[in-house]
């Protein structure tokens, strides 16, 4: 090619560039058809149309065997308030100071409240906190250091799903990308976390609320499904298999976690943001299901999980309108019956309460825009005491309160980590540089709580 002539140069040179311009658009536009291929191949391997169709078509009412334990895992708080009646009390004292004995910072948002608890029977107790993509990481509770923070799968947010540990090396948690992830647990310190299974609802459901796991293994989880609202049954251990299903349930689940009944035979999910349900654990089948209040749509952050009463047996959920008592019917086809304890006006409940049995209190908070209030009831709803003059923040989805067994009050609410003596009144405060969006959780001695930007605290070891 000549290049004395300018004018020439000028249209060659542009010649040249409009055929780069097009071999790269050529090239972009091949590199992303070999991904939305690649892309749909995933999909069509993990969600097949027939899947798509029908969510729940993969049940299968025979498990596998499983050697060795099965059920919660041993431990301080193994799975979304202690317990799967989700009481938020706990067997242990909490600190009576407000002495920060480590902090971790870890890398993601941090939404969801960890779980304490052995990985293998005789094991020191595991802090597993889900975060970011990981989607848990597990720390040492002693000093916050970090055994392992990654799998060998890359998965989205664990959002509002706190772990649910099980007996048997596996540890149960929801994610962003439609998943329940079950994770095989290396031995104590181990650093190599693999992924058993994912269990994916394909009817893009969000798993956001945290699983609960039964004593025979099964583990229960719930997603939104579009509205329509998806109830799964997994068998227990390394093998994926849907014990039974439920799509659609009537309507959307979204962050409540379903508990159990006191003798694990029933499960109760709070779907449509106030219908409550109760279902035969082993098979699914509906035994009853009540309206609270009108069924409106189930937005990402208020989380109306049930809280049951491990003795009685009395189901209490905190909506829009007040905090609600639901007793199950005593023959298998009576009706349940509802009762409206407290009223809270202009105020919303978005929060699950907790429970002193002990001494007979229900505690539980109702916020209307940034003003709350945090109420002590007696278990036949009467007021014992409220607190309006705790702070700026919201009661909502993962921070209800927590209660040690001396009954005093732990919270969150914005930047703030509150004690409460069992009467109300102040024990200490600390204000922290970040927002809370998940409670503490209770040790002997300590709590483990983490900040939304992905810090994790541990507090106490104070003077008895």
């Given at each position: ?229 998806t109830v799964m049954a997994m068998c227990p251990g390394d093998t994926r298999q849907v014990k039974w299903c439920i799509n659609p349930l009537g309507g959307g689940v979204r962050n409540a976690s379903p508990a159990l009944s006191p003798a694990g035979d029933v499960l109760y999910v709070l779907f449509g943001g106030a219908g409550l349900v109760a279902l035969d654990a082993q098979t699914g089948a509906e035994r009853w299901r009540i309206q609270l209040e009108p069924k409106r749509s189930v937005g990402r952050i208020p989380n109306h999980a049930p809280v049951v009463n491990p003795v009685t047996g009395r189901v209490y959920v ?147």
């Amino acid at each position: 090619m000549s290049t004395s002539n300018p004018t020439a140069r000028g249209q060659a040179m542009a010649c040249l560039r409009a055929t780069a311009r097009r071999a790269v658009t050529v090239l972009a536009v091949l590199l992303l058809a070999g991904a939305i291929l690649a892309d749909d191949a995933t999909a069509a391997e993990r969600c097949s149309r027939e899947l798509q169709r029908a969510p729940c078509a993969e049940a299968n009412p025979v498990c596998p065997a499983v050697p060795g334990g099965v059920g919660l895992a041993e431990g301080s708080w193994p799975v979304f308030q202690g317990n799967v009646q989700h009481t938020g009390s706990s067997p242990f004292r909490g600190p009576t100071c407000n002495r920060q004995i480590w902090s971790r910072k870890l890398k993601g948002s941090l939404f969801g409240a960890p779980s304490l608890a052995r990985g293998f029977p005789g094991e020191p107790e595991t802090l597993f906190v889900p975060v970011g993509k990981a989607p848990i990481c597990a720390l040492n509770p002693d000093d916050g250091s970090v055994y392992w923070c990654d799998t060998d799968n890359a998965g989205k947010l664990a959002d509002r799903s706190s772990p649910a540990v099980g007996k048997g090396g596996l540890t149960y948690v929801g994610t962003r990308d439609n998943d329940l992830w079950a994770i095989d647990l290396p031995a104590a310190g181990g650093r190599d976390a693999t992924v058993a299974w994912r269990q994916k609802v394909c009817t893009d459901g969000d798993i956001t609320a945290p699983p609960v796991i039964g004593s025979d293994g099964l583990v229960y989880m719930t997603s939104d499904s579009l509205g329509a609202g998806t109830v799964m049954a997994m068998c227990p251990g390394d093998t994926r298999q849907v014990k039974w299903c439920i799509n659609p349930l009537g309507g959307g689940v979204r962050n409540a976690s379903p508990a159990l009944s006191p003798a694990g035979d029933v499960l109760y999910v709070l779907f449509g943001g106030a219908g409550l349900v109760a279902l035969d654990a082993q098979t699914g089948a509906e035994r009853w299901r009540i309206q609270l209040e009108p069924k409106r749509s189930v937005g990402r952050i208020p989380n109306h999980a049930p809280v049951v009463n491990p003795v009685t047996g009395r189901v209490y959920v905190g909506l829009w309108q007040g905090l609600w008592a639901v007793d199950p019917p005593a023959t298998s086809n009576g009706q349940p019956t509802a009762t409206l304890l407290l009223d809270v006006g202009t105020e919303r409940i978005e929060t699950p309460p907790a429970l002193d049995l002990d001494r007979g209190t229900i505690v539980v908070g109702a916020s209307r825009g940034q003003q709350e209030t945090l109420y002590g009831l007696g278990l036949n709803g009467r007021v014992q005491w409220r607190r309006d003059d705790l702070g700026s923040g919201r009661f909502r989805n993962n921070n209800p309160p927590v209660i040690d067994t001396r009954g005093r009050i732990y919270l969150t609410l914005g930047n703030t980590l509150i004690a409460l003596q069992k009467d109300g009144s102040d024990l200490w405060r600390s204000e922290f540089p970040a927002p809370f969006d998940s409670s503490p959780i209770l040790a002997d001695g300590r709590l483990y709580v983490g900040t939304n930007e992905g810090t994790v605290y541990a507090i106490g070891d104070c003077p008895l």
